[in-house]
Each structure stands twice: as structure tokens, then as C-alpha cells.
Nanobody, 125 residues
Framework: QVQLVESGGGLVEAGGSLRLSCAASGGTFTYYNMGWFRQAPGKEREFVATISWLGTNTAYADSVKGRFTISRDNAKNTLYLRMNSLKPEDTAVYYC??????????????????WGQGTQVAVSS
């Protein structure tokens, strides 16, 4: 079972940028498709972005498309989420997650079996 640890969250002004990282250990990183999800206070956890095991396929939530970029470095066992043009509504705890590798990409959180502990992102207006 792969273990996941997120980092890179923080407080940023609207319009700013952050890059989240998710370090994987205890498993073979290329066995997994990866995803980013987020959960704002009082709301359900929602899909943000996902990437296939080779990095060839990606998908994004409409709310972040064009602003966020998901990527992975399989040599470093690390997943990234570059977030530009941040908005106050992007404020949430961001989680990375792993699911079995596939050429398809998965948006449903129920497809993911391994989760990190989350990192807080706060965007001030």
C-alpha cells in the first residue's frame, strides 16, 4: 500500500500561485493513477484533477480548468498540482489520492483507495 504525504499549502492572496506536492512511499508509484481532491468547510470532498500513471492523460474539474496543472515525476515518486490565479473559493484542504493504474482517468473519489492527510490552502480576497 502506498503512503501519501502532501505539502506546499499555505495562505496566499487572490491571484497568487501555489504548488502542492504529494510524496509517495511504500509502493511502486507507477502502479497508480493519481488524483487531487479538495474539501472546503461544510462541503463534501470534490474532484480537482487526475493524471494517469504515465502522465499521458489528465482531467480537471471545470472550476479549475485553465488555472491548475497536475503533473507527476515518476523518478521522484511525486505528484504535483500547480495552482495559478487562485480565488477565495479555492480555499480548502487539498488531498492527493491513488488508484490502480489505467489509461483511463478517474474523477470519482470512490475509485481511490489511498489518501494523504491533506494540506490546507487559504486564499484571501
Amino acid at each position: 500500500q502506498v503512503q501519501l504525504v502532501e505539502s506546499g499549502g499555505g495562505l496566499v492572496e487572490a491571484g497568487g500561485s501555489l504548488r502542492l506536492s504529494c510524496a509517495a512511499s511504500g509502493g511502486t508509484f507507477t502502479y497508480y493513477n493519481m488524483g487531487w481532491f479538495r474539501q472546503a468547510p461544510g462541503k463534501e470532498r470534490e474532484f480537482v484533477a487526475t493524471i494517469s500513471w504515465l502522465g499521458t492523460n489528465t482531467a480537471y474539474a471545470d472550476s479549475v480548468k485553465g488555472r491548475f496543472t497536475i503533473s507527476r515525476d515518476n523518478a521522484k515518486n511525486t505528484l504535483y498540482l500547480r495552482m495559478n490565479s487562485l480565488k477565495p473559493e479555492d480555499t480548502a484542504v487539498y488531498y492527493c489520492a491513488a488508484t490502480s493504474r489505467s489509461t483511463y482517468v478517474f474523477r470519482n473519489l470512490r475509485d481511490y483507495s489511498n489518501w494523504g492527510q491533506g494540506t490546507q490552502v487559504a486564499v484571501s480576497s
